[in-house]
């Protein structure tokens, strides 16, 4: 099986996805960083130069890729939810878990990065309105984690553990 990442851009996807891929001896994936390796460019340039719908294109085709595939923690983009084939896909093989954080956590979080071309200008009001039309999307997870609170590891324990129920129900 893979486990798969799902969340909001700053609910800790990547560095709880590593570090989950080492304790349970899988293979960390990203999607984002398997784009920027297809392509060459930065997330912020696919953007910029061919704009969203190339890169959802992209997004959907590594996803489409890496799902056929088992073993890995599959780190995903914040936006892959909006494709309902996305899901259908990283859920065949896949244990999806929705990493959330509160509002104010992300704003906080975010506050910094330049790097997400959805939030350039005003980061607050976008954050705020692309989280409240895409909440619905990530229900769709088998099961959802709030990190607010959590550290790291503590976020890749309570993941081990949510799994072994999981696992013991079958
Ligand atoms: C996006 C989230 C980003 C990246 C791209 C679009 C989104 O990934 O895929 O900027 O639509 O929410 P992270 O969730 O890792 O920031």
Known sequence: MNIVLIGFMGT???SVGKLLATRLNLVYFSTDNRIVELTGKSINEIFELYGEPYFRELERKVIEDISSKTSYVIDTGGG????EKNIVNLRKNGY???LRVRLEVIID???EYQDRPLLKGEKEKKIKSLLKSREKYYD???FFIDTSNLNIEDIVTVIEKRLGQLNNKK
């Open 80 to 83: 892959c939810v909006l494709d």
């Open 140 to 142: 769709n997870a088998d």
């Open 12 to 14: 800790g996807k990547s």
């Open 109 to 111: 979080r975010l506050k």
């Open 96 to 98: 999806i878990i929705n």
